[in-house]
């Protein structure tokens, strides 16, 4: 699909109020996204899991206005007006306004909450931003009854890059590749595809325990992080590493290779993180404890031959990446030796998800 097939098509009348809910999960990138150019088009392609605990429902309710001349919108975030989270949102719906063009005729309540901390990295402008465009197309769909379900998700993912480029891989489930490749045919810059490829039955239901080493908020936001990959000394190379990455992990995900699925998965969390500490300016968003339990992670890999691996998102917080088949050895792990580098002892349990779905009321 192209940009012009996420053009609106003629409407129905609009109606005069309503309200839609949408749950969608975070993800965590396997190859990740670090880079891009205007407007949200990622300098390389990225792969993730969907996660299924770590989500956001998020509520729209819309209400004819007289004029429509501007966007209006309230938001309440856990029950409460949230006034930080308006910007990135206003940016949103004028990024997506020429797409979803009923956006001016409404006033729209947005009342969301997620089940995790926000601004921490994990993701949490990923589940936001695709459980409100979800809503957006919702309210699209009930005035174009006729678009059809490729169309209707592909354009959710399309408007939730607009808003935060990973979130366009948090409206499928399993695992969702994002960015133009060579080998990968379907593939775009504009939206999320379910990986197209075999994959294991071992990943179809892998684990992601993330421990939250620091639930407070980052020091450099990812939008910023982004930006410092212009002209990044290690940038071009990088770029070229992850499409390498990604035709290295088709046959690792076909085949259930976990030696080699630890190996590309640890080696790109690192690659992310060594890109912030070579930015200019540089920044650590590791904390001791982050590379102390990456340390136990590994002694316990060593000793115990059990396919536990780590990766990071633009945060402390370390995601533990295992087959459900060693679940019971991993948690036995993260209880004895590594509650205590989390911040009050806090972790998630989380899984490979299905993807997004609508609450009905
Ligand atoms: N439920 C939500 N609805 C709308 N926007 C949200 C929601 N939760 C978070 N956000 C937005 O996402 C921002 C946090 O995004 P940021 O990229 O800084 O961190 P993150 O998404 O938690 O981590 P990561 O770096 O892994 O993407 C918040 O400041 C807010 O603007
Ligand atoms: C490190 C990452 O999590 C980066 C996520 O970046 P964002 O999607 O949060 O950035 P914006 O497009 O500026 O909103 C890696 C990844 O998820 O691929």
Request: hydrophobic fraction near 35%; glycine fraction near 6%.
């Amino acid at each position: 699909m192209t940009e012009k097939d996420f053009l609106p098509g003629a409407y129905q009348e609009l109606p005069e109020n309503g309200k839609v809910t949408w749950k969608a999960p975070s993800n965590i990138a396997l190859v990740k996204y670090w880079g891009k150019r205007p407007v949200q088009i990622p300098a390389n392609p990225s792969i993730s899991f969907t996660l299924d605990t770590c989500a956001t429902t998020t509520s729209v309710s819309f209400r004819k206005k007289d004029t429509n001349d501007t966007l209006s919108f309230d938001l309440f975030f856990e029950g409460k007006p949230k006034e930080d989270f308006k910007p990135k949102i206003q940016t949103f719906l004028e990024r997506i306004d020429l797409y979803v063009p009923f956006l001016k005729e409404y006033h729209f309540t947005i009342e969301t909450s997620n089940s995790f901390p926000h601004s921490s990295g994990i993701a949490s402008s990923a589940s936001g931003m695709a459980a409100l465009s979800l809503c957006l197309m919702d309210i699209e769909k009930q005035l174009n009854p006729t678009m059809d379900e490729a169309l209707f998700y592909a354009k959710a993912s399309y408007l939730a890059r607009l808003g935060s480029g990973s979130a366009c891989r948090s409206i499928k489930g399993n695992l969702v590749q994002w960015g133009k490749h060579r080998n990968i045919s379907n593939s775009s810059d504009l939206y999320g595809i379910e990986y197209p490829f075999e994959v294991n039955p071992v990943f179809r239901n892998y684990c992601d325990t993330i421990l939250l080493v620091h639930k407070g908020q980052k020091q450099v936001s990812s939008t910023v992080g982004h930006q410092l990959m212009h002209g990044h000394p290690y940038g071009e190379n990088r770029f070229e590493q992850a499409f390498s990455n990604l035709d290295k992990l088709k046959p690792i995900l076909a085949n259930g290779d976990l030696e080699e699925f630890i190996k590309l998965v640890e080696s790109e969390a690192l690659t992310l993180h060594a890109m912030m500490m070579t930015s200019m300016p540089y920044f650590i968003l590791m904390k001791p404890d982050t590379l102390e339990i990456i340390n136990k992670i590994w002694k316990f890999r060593e000793e115990t031959k059990t396919p536990v691996c780590f990766t990071l998102d633009a945060g402390a917080n370390v995601h533990m990446l295992y087959p459900s088949s060693a679940k019971e050895k991993v948690r036995g792990f993260i209880q004895d030796e590594l509650i205590g580098h989390c911040e009050n002892g806090q972790y998630i349990h989380d899984r490979v998800g299905m993807g997004a779905i609508k609450i009905n009321d």
